[in-house]
């Protein structure tokens, strides 16, 4: 068994001259790679080796760099994700125990304030001395990774260079030639371990995306420009995908999605519109290394409603438990452990939440554990397993796992807030969304929008909730326990303090209708936003998706940006229509004249 970094070597020994990273015209070589590490490594170890190493950069070919060269000097890297708040990324590191942080750039203030040396990652030094990659054991920790706690804290988990190398061993990764992935999920997600070291191992070229966002028609542009093989969605994204414009993954051979339940109309959508695909359901938490089952769909005929999970990966074992850790029978629910390849080491620092989920595998013995995934499952006639829901308030948000208790905790830190609730609500476009409940203080009158932004400051965006609703207190059960159930369902954001102001302009008419077409609701006015109506990060994509089908451009950082439906489509610029298959059906919106010069000058004069 070796390390990332010498399973790397061996196959760069193998094709040095391959083109391993690129990004945009900037190209690495296995070789190339191979070497910059090398240098960089040499630099890091100028500084005491006390402790893992934080990344904080924009997605480039020297994050890949950085990533190798951290490996290579025997420590853990650990990603971070820039959307936490100052506060939230220092007791992150803090858990994590980093010593050091690699930048690409000149450090923020906020980062400067943490008193860590801060390497710049892009400063190459020639003649740097090899590092010697042979004296990091394969159980030594390769990266350190964040995900919520329902304990409010939240947990980091250590994931070892083994963990890695079994997951890229599988088959299913390096069955194709000239493998191409695109690597665009955020690099504090596990699937970016996929997206990079999986690709890497099996000696195929990673295509690095450099921005934080990625709608469907630069998705569509970058399959077919780039030639990509295989790509990661998520499962919401997916669906959004296979929803406005299927074509967009055409040309591509594997489609791994998941995070969530897959859609099975979903697959038909997609593998109708690119013959050929196979459409593949990863599942694993991130304490099993990214993937621990998989299910390849070739043809959706005779799948009820959802993808199955599928079969354990080379090396993993699954078992379906019940409450005493006996095996159920076939066809009934079980709570889903996983023992043996990919099983993290625990999480950091946090001994008795390690013991409580990484328990003895009693089936292996050898002093083995297996992981209490919390999922349940069943398995079906064919050894299948089926997803079937979770023991616990656990969720998947945009892909993250979410506890809402990380959230109660959170509020509770709050000397106005005397009580908090957090539940899961489903969107009208059938995404989750979170709903707090908060009883104020004695003498307090906290306002929403203002607990909104006060937990935007500590926690990442995806763990804030979309309402906060005060109460005078909450209902209890015949226990005197809070009972959720009856906690009312909260207003739709915003929708009842619009104005009700009607567009004033043909553009304005067309995006109110496209924001009621997405977000199914009546009506839109257009000095609201799109996420006060109710918007989220899916149906964003969905927006920008069906405004390109309409022949107007606007990016998923517009949406974001712009406060309201008509600052946004002042912002929209003319461009080819988008072949998607939801445009509305909405009047033809005639161009005045100033827009129809635009048009022309941007498009050409066949416009």
Same mark, same amino acid.
């Given at each position: 068994m070796s390390t990332i970094h010498e399973a790397l070597r061996a196959r760069t020994n193998r094709t040095p001259g391959a083109i391993a990273v690129a990004c945009g015209d900037h190209e690495l070589s296995y070789a190339e790679l191979d070497a910059a590490a090398d240098r960089l490594a040499a630099r890091l170890l100028r500084f005491e080796r006390t402790g893992p190493v934080g990344v904080l950069h924009r997605r480039s070919v020297y994050h890949v760099v950085a990533l190798l060269a951290v490996l290579k000097m025997g420590e853990a890297y650990v990603p971070i994700d820039p959307r936490l708040s100052p506060a939230a990324r220092a007791e992150f590191l803090r858990d994590a125990?980093?010593?050091? #942080?690699?930048? !690409?750039? /000149?450090?923020?203030?906020? !980062?400067? /304030? #943490?008193?860590?040396?801060?390497?710049?990652?892009?400063?190459?030094?020639?003649?740097?001395?090899?590092?010697?990659?042979?004296?990091?054991?394969?159980?030594?920790?390769?990266?350190?990774?964040?995900?919520?706690?329902?304990?409010?804290?939240?947990?980091?988990?250590?994931?070892s260079h083994r963990n890695v190398v079994d997951l890229a061993a599988d088959p299913c990764f390096g069955a194709e030639e000239k493998l191409r992935v695109l690597l665009h999920s955020a690099e504090a997600f596990d699937a970016s371990v996929f997206e990079l070291w999986v690709t890497l191992l099996n000696g195929g070229q990673v295509v690095l995306w450099p921005e934080p966002e990625l709608d469907i028609a630069t998705l569509s542009?970058?399959? &077919?420009?780039?030639?990509?093989?295989?790509?990661? #969605?998520?499962?919401?994204?997916?669906?959004?995908?296979?929803?406005?414009?299927?074509?967009?993954?055409?040309?591509?051979?594997?489609?791994?999605?998941?995070? !969530?339940?897959?859609?099975?109309?979903?697959?038909?959508?997609?593998?109708?519109?690119?013959?050929?695909?196979?459409?593949?359901?990863?599942?694993?938490? &991130?304490? &099993?290394?990214?993937?621990?089952?998989?299910?390849?769909?070739?043809?959706?005929?005779?799948?009820?409603?959802?993808?199955?999970?599928?079969?354990?990966?080379?090396?993993?074992?699954?078992?379906? #438990?019940? !409450?005493?850790?006996?095996?159920?029978?076939?066809?009934?629910?079980?709570?889903?452990?996983?023992?043996?390849?990919?099983?993290?080491?625990?999480?950091?620092?946090?001994?008795?939440? &390690?013991?409580?989920?990484?328990?003895?595998?009693?089936?292996?013995?050898?002093?083995?554990?297996?992981?209490?995934?919390?999922?349940?499952v069943r398995v079906g006639a064919d050894a299948v397993l089926h997803f079937a829901g979770r023991a616990d308030d656990q969720v998947k948000i945009r892909g993250f796992r979410v506890e809402p208790g990380e959230v109660e905790a959170a509020l509770l830190r709050f000397p106005d807030v005397a009580r908090a609730a957090v539940t899961v609500r489903e969107s009208g476009t059938g995404q989750r969304t979170l709903a707090a409940y908060v009883v104020p203080a004695e003498g307090c009158a906290p306002e929403p929008a203002e607990l909104r932004a006060r937990l935007g400051a500590h926690l990442p965006d995806y763990l804030v909730p979309e309402t906060v609703l005060p109460m005078v207190s909450f209902p209890v059960t015949a226990n005197g326990k809070l009972d959720r159930r009856a906690l009312p369902d909260p207003p739709v954001p915003g929708r009842a303090r619009g104005s009700g102001t009607t567009p004033g302009t043909r553009r304005e008419e067309l995006f109110a209708g496209l924001v009621i077409s997405v977000l199914g609701i009546a009506e839109a006015p257009v000095d609201q936003g799109f996420f006060e109506l109710g918007g989220d990060s899916i149906s964003a994509l969905r927006l920008v998706a069906r405004a390109a089908g309409a022949g107007w451009g606007i990016t998923l950082r517009d949406v974001f940006a712009w406060g309201t439906i008509s600052e946004l489509a002042k912002a929209a610029r003319p461009v080819r229509p988008l072949e998607t298959t939801a445009v509305p059906e909405l009047e033809p919106v005639p161009l005045d004249d100033d827009e129809l010069a635009m048009v022309q000058s941007e498009l050409g004069s066949d416009a």
């Open positions: 125990g980093v010593r050091i #942080l690699l930048s !690409d750039g /000149a450090p923020s203030d906020a !980062d400067a /304030a #943490l008193g860590l040396p801060i390497v710049d990652a892009r400063a190459d030094e020639a003649g740097g001395v090899p590092v010697d990659v042979g004296r990091v054991p394969p159980d030594a920790l390769a990266y350190l990774m964040r995900t919520s706690g329902s304990s409010g804290r939240p947990k980091v988990i250590g994931i542009r970058l399959v &077919t420009g780039l030639q990509l093989t295989r790509i990661w #969605l998520t499962a919401g994204v997916f669906a959004a995908v296979a929803a406005e414009h299927p074509k967009a993954l055409r040309g591509l051979r594997e489609v791994w999605t998941g995070g !969530d339940v897959v859609p099975v109309d979903a697959v038909r959508r997609v593998q109708a519109a690119g013959p050929g695909i196979s459409v593949v359901n990863g599942y694993g938490p &991130t304490e &099993t290394t990214v993937f621990a089952t998989s299910h390849a769909v070739d043809d959706p005929v005779g799948f009820t409603s959802d993808v199955p999970i599928g079969r354990p990966l080379l090396g993993v074992r699954a078992y379906v #438990l019940d !409450d005493n850790l006996w095996p159920v029978p076939q066809g009934q629910i079980g709570e889903l452990y996983i023992g043996g390849a990919g099983v993290a080491r625990g999480y950091e620092g946090q001994p008795a939440m &390690t013991a409580e989920r990484f328990v003895a595998d009693p089936f292996n013995g050898e002093g083995s554990r297996m992981y209490r995934s919390g999922d349940l």
